[in-house]
């Protein structure tokens, strides 16, 4: 159903694995067009509003898990802007590129986009025969709950998620992707993810990923190789999450990716 889906918005599909539930689209481009202020308000009222028009990409990961007789679905969207040197990204003001008197321009990842996800899911759950008063019906109870979250502290390399287990397995199973983690596989029973470092915000799974962002698809991709463990243990009405490296693997800076992971979960799960 998801790939119809995906067929009959026109989206390609990069990457799938059925073993562990994963289906990675292709980039799809859109145009969006600066905004039209000095020199480049001249262009447009010449006709030639489009030397200024510029790119962007997307793409979508999609998590299919099987819980009991039910599916989970988790979306995470990554967006790409074609952004002229020294341009101020519209969604983080921090965020710009080193000038340059060149007219080329380069590529600028965006944060995940929740209300893209959430246009995802809708669409889909529409498409897979919900009323759309239902879905928006359910909509607005998962906005509730999410406004009602409690925060996830970081006590030294322990993550304490103040919440009951079965929560902070969904929880974290969402917030990994957001933070650079791609899941192979996972054992629920042990409360373990293995997990691999996404490339630049979105591996194809591909190693050289950045390079073939938007170039040529390879026919066959493998999913990467785990290289760390997150571990989820029960602690009263809490639970404690933490990140190891994954048996027979080597990372030199471990102790910086680890806090640069932990630190990452901690803000999507506070």
Request: aromatic share 12%; net charge negative.
């Amino acid at each position: 159903m998801l790939i119809a889906f995906l067929n009959q918005q026109g989206i390609g599909i990069k990457y799938s694995n059925k073993s562990v539930g994963l289906v990675q689209t292709n980039w799809v481009a859109r145009d969006t067009i600066v905004p039209e202020t000095g020199i480049r308000a001249f262009f447009g009222w010449a006709g030639m509003g489009s030397q200024y028009s510029l790119d962007a990409k997307y793409m979508f990961r999609v998590n299919l898990w099987q819980n009991e007789s039910n599916t989970q679905m988790f979306v995470t969207n990554y967006e790409m802007d074609e952004v002229y040197p020294n341009c101020v990204n519209n969604l983080n003001q921090n965020i710009r590129i080193a000038p340059s008197d060149a007219q080329a321009t380069k590529w600028m990842p965006l944060p995940p986009n929740p209300q893209m996800e959430l246009s995802f899911l809708m669409q889909f759950m529409a498409f897979a025969g919900l009323n759309p008063d239902s879905v928006k019906q359910i909509v607005t109870k998962a906005e509730v709950m999410e406004s009602a979250v409690p925060q996830a502290v970081l006590v030294g390399t322990t993550l304490v998620i103040n919440d009951p287990f079965d929560r902070a397995w969904w929880r974290t199973s969402i917030a990994l992707e957001r933070a650079g983690l791609g899941v192979t596989d996972r054992n629920r029973s042990l409360g373990e993810f293995y997990v691999y470092p996404l490339r630049a915000n979105a591996d194809n799974p591909n190693p050289d990923a950045f390079e073939r962002w938007f170039g040529k698809d390879k026919s066959k991709l493998e999913m990467p190789k785990a290289k760390y463990t997150i571990k989820l243990v029960v602690d009263g009405d809490k639970t404690d999450l933490t990140l190891e490296e994954y048996p027979n693997t080597i990372d030199n800076k471990f102790v910086e990716h680890q806090k640069q992971y932990l630190d990452a979960l901690q803000i999507q799960l506070k």
